[in-house]
């Protein structure tokens, strides 16, 4: 606690401002809180330390790698993955609530899989593809993530199956055989780390929590254009896919346990609103449009895993969309939340009245920025007052490059835009200090 | 610590050593009871010389014309025999689409494309199991250098493989009868 604070907190004790029994609660509070800071200091020097020491044994051995036997080799890539047990054991026998000593030597324990498998296909040059070490990687790691149990081990795999499916799922030279194969085997990991996610949710770990949530709000909008196959027949169902997701995480984003965090706790509403907005925005050009050649049969189509994960992708949005309007029963004015509905109904239905279609999404932008501009002045948030600024600029931005509009009228709302800007800015801090000046008299 | 842990524990453990001690076993059984073979390497392209810690290996033995009204897909796993022709060096005889029965000396292999010709001959290209060598990571664009200095060498450079029912060893790659290891300053 700090010695500002110590003489602030006699100085009201003075007073009488507040009671002993209360700076006595205050003083406790804070010590415990630096007692919490200084063991999470120490976990993620821990875990630092052990990232530091693994990579630091391997380059010291791989400096003298060429000069030892086939057989010393062999045995010396074992050592890692028996360091690492042995290592995880001595933690869960000795150090069992030791946060420090659980994680990082789970980390050592999962980087000690990779280095012996890595190490084995050197000294016996096989060759085999980096996808399928992967794979051997995350199942091997995977029990890992329940045992210890470890949160970083948990994120780490979860990165390792984004970049699987990065790598099998964007080769577009790839033969399709197995059609769906990376989309499962993602779903599959997953679904094996949610059990995990929920203990975190009811439990001690809130940061942990934060950081899967980020890294799997990430990965789903990183891996979700990798399962469109590359002979799909369909150019809209992959960007209802995309609004769709968008549309979830803006609902998750909702829900009781992120609503009230900060924004940047919030990674589905974070993330949510680029990206739609950003889609509607994409499909106010005429070029997408253009680009749409004829849908193929929906038979055809439902040869295709990815057609399903768009059916149930949007049947999420819809349930958790609709859910909350039966429940309340009243009907939603979040023009956010509509979007993945209007453009889903927009592209299907207006394929042949893109002019249409092009219009209504300019417009929904639009009313989306004002939304979150009055919101911004209701609630006296300079944050949301400027995203609905900023809404609305990338808008008017992307229409300065639309040689469909003159000159003189995309200048005029660049002008006002601009304007609006200093204005609105300019009238909440005016509202404030008058506030201020009010509360002082 | 509870006795589902530990246990639980100890499952794991096993799994996470038989699969390097699967890799380990595999080999050395094909490096033990498989059958040597060389295979001519073509240049290898500077492009994608070293990534960090190997070379890329070619073969120009992996273009393939043969005579058979079978079908290959791409991507298919395919079975290889080998015949020996000049200078030591083998060549692919046979593709199947199952393990030859009367022989442990084959390699899987995968179609990387495959064309009908004329008189009922199949062109095929295959991708063998072995494309990188790997080698410490200073020696690698020496060894490259090396290779391309020496035009001399260019038909005399090769890849000796063990080969036993389907697995492979690649146990290095010669220059002139040299590893090439051994060519580097």
Redesign the interface.
Known sequence: MSKQLIRDLDELTRRNVISTETAVAITKYYDEKRQGDSGRLTLILGILGALLLGSGIILIL?HN??DLSKTTR?II??IP?LGG?TL??YS??RQ?GNRGWIESTAIVLFFG?AA??SL???I?????GLPSFLL?WIF?SL??V??MPSSVVSLLVLVLATWYVILTGYDYS??D?YPGASLYRYLLIVLALVPHYFTLLRSRGRNAFHWHNWVFACSALIVLGSFVPSSYGNEILPWIAYMSLGGIFYMAGKHALLKDEHLFLNPFRLLALPTMVGILIFWTFPSPWDRISTPARFSDLMGFPFSYLVILLFGAYLFLLVRPMIKNRRSTNDPVSLSSLLFAVCTVTLMNLSNVAMLVFNFWVLVIGIVYLRRGIEKDHLGILNLGLLVIAALVIVRFFDTGISFLWRGLFFILTGAGFFVFNLMIIKNRKKKIQTVDR | ?KKF??L??I???V???T??LT??WS?TTVLKKGTKIKLRTGPVDPADIFKG?YIYLSFPGENISLKTVKEY???QEVFATFDTISNGYSKINTISSRPPANSQVYLKVKVVYASKGPAGRTSLKVDY??????M??S?APKAERIYRDSAAFADKTYALVSIYRGES???GVYVNGIRI?ELLP
Do not use: H
Not at chain 1, 124 to 128: H, N
Not at chain 2, 129 to 134: E, H
């Open positions: 791989a790698w060429d062999t890539a074992f993955l047990q995880s054991l869960l026998m069992k899989v012996t498998i084995l296909a050197q016996y040059q096989i060759s085999g051997t091997l029990p890992i329940y045992i790839a033969a055989k | 610590m842990v530990l639980a524990f499952v794991m453990a799994a996470q050593w699969v390097p890799m380990l080999r810690r897909e791409n991507g199991p072995f494309d990188q060598y790997y410490e990571e020696k060893v690649l146990e290891e």
